[in-house]
């Protein structure tokens, strides 16, 4: 079931932002993790909740400042004023990418945040985030009757 703010937040949103200009960027230290949830747990829920109400909170309850980069956690500030701190999701391509992670070069990520169904992909050179374009809701069912008749031409069928 879907809130009334989420809902009125998804009508107000719809199509608005083409660009998302970041504000800072965070990263979640293992410390400042164990410490959270731990406070979390002594205090039976109400500062989880507090810092999911409140995002300055849980920046200042798990998080600490980093470049966008290495960001994990990034705080934007919307066409209408409204600031909104959005997990980064990081996907690799290029070069094989070492278990130990994306440092000195050793391969590419691509940095990507959800806002409502929308998702922006991040441009290095501008220093913003973009909206990516919407792909078909057929598209995997294309691309596995691509890779059936791909594989039916290598086997000479």
């Not at 989880?48 to 956690?73: E, H, I, K, W």
Request: hydrophobic residues 45%; charged residues 15%; positive net charge.
């Amino acid at each position: 079931m879907e809130t009334q703010v989420s809902a009125r937040f998804r009508k107000s949103h719809t199509g608005r932002d083409e660009v998302l200009q970041p504000i800072a960027g965070y990263h979640a230290p293992v410390w400042k993790q164990v410490l959270y949830f731990t406070t979390a747990l002594s205090t039976f829920g109400v500062s989880y909740l507090f810092a999911m109400l409140c995002p300055s909170v849980m920046v200042l309850l798990r998080l600490r400042p980093c470049s966008l980069r290495s960001a994990s956690f990034v705080s934007f500030q919307l066409t209408d004023g409204q600031v909104l701190l959005l997990r980064v999701f990081s996907a690799a391509y290029g070069r094989a990418v070492p278990a130990a992670g994306l440092r000195q070069g050793r391969g590419t990520a691509l940095q990507l945040v959800q806002l409502s169904e929308y998702w922006y992909s991040h441009n290095l050179a501008a220093g913003t985030f973009e909206r990516v374009p919407r792909m078909p809701s057929d598209l995997p069912q294309q691309l596995n009757k691509a890779l059936e008749a791909l594989s039916a031409i290598d086997e000479g069928v």
